[in-house]
């Protein structure tokens, strides 16, 4: 399971927009603290014709003279380059979307299992009853996600289901890089959802919440990268 301290910095990368005040960087204790200010901005439209973000720093940069800022966002399938200024560093993940690299099929039963725990308390968190249930609509899901990406080819199918655990991860880190992950797990809390006839637990804007389920061995290095370029960049 993932550190805390490792989830909260996670987490983080979820926002559209990472930015920091400027203000000086301090020592405690050994590590150093960076001041943020974490904005996530929704569109329902293309809004670079109306706010650019050069325009958004330049407002921004009247109040706060010192302001510096990452933007982090999402390729969304596309061919994207970074851009890294004295003041703003504009950045896309590799891959589809940030969910692409911790939505897999065993991080719904954990999910599952300590939603329990925390709400019922612990002696729910091995409900085996409802880890079942999740397990075996994340099956279902997967499954159909599967033979959609092999085209039917159902010997392709079973190849990849009977392959080593190694290798599958190696496949499905493949697979989901375009794909968007966050739709999946949609589609798993709503199948949840309707059979347990309860609310959805859990929908795209708390996915991150799910983080702290992965494996620190599986976390993949471009998240450490990213990591690396917040405090790289905003403690200069």
């Known amino acids: 399971m993932v550190s805390a301290r490792l989830t909260k910095a996670l987490a983080g990368l979820a926002v559209a927009l990472l930015f920091a005040a400027g203000a000086p960087a301090t020592r405690a204790q ?17 809004p670079n014709p ?11 940069r009247s109040v706060v003279p010192n302001f510096r800022g990452i933007a982090i966002f999402d390729n969304d399938g596309q061919s994207r380059n970074d851009e890294r200024q004295n003041e703003l560093a504009t950045v896309y993940w ?22 329990y725990a925390q709400s019922f308390g612990e002696l729910f968190r091995s409900s ?6 999740v397990r075996e609509i994340v099956q ?6 599967l033979k959609e990406f092999f085209h039917g080819n159902i010997k392709a199918y079973e190849e990849y289901q009977s392959a080593s655990p190694e290798l599958r991860r190696v496949v499905w880190d493949t697979i989901t890089a375009n794909r968007k992950m ?8 709503r199948d949840y959802a309707e059979h347990a006839k309860q609310p959805i637990l859990l929908s795209k804007g708390g996915y991150y ?25 905003l403690a200069e």
């Open 182 to 189: 966050s739709q999946f797990a949609d589609d798993v809390f």
């Open 128 to 133: 085996t009853e409802q880890v079942r249930i």
């Open 209 to 233: 919440q799910m983080i702290r389920f992965l494996d620190p061995e599986s976390v993949n290095p471009e998240i450490v990268e990213k990591l690396d370029l917040i405090v790289q960049y």
């Open 140 to 145: 279902g899901r997967l499954e159909r996600f």
């Open 30 to 46: 050994g590590d150093r603290r960076i001041e943020i200010f974490d904005a996530h901005l929704h569109y329902n439209q293309e």
């Open 94 to 115: 590799k891959k589809y979307e940030l969910e692409c690299y911790f939505v897999t099929p065993k991080i719904f039963e954990s999910y599952v299992s300590d939603y």
């Open 50 to 60: 109306f706010y650019s973000l050069d325009k958004v720093l330049y407002a921004i």
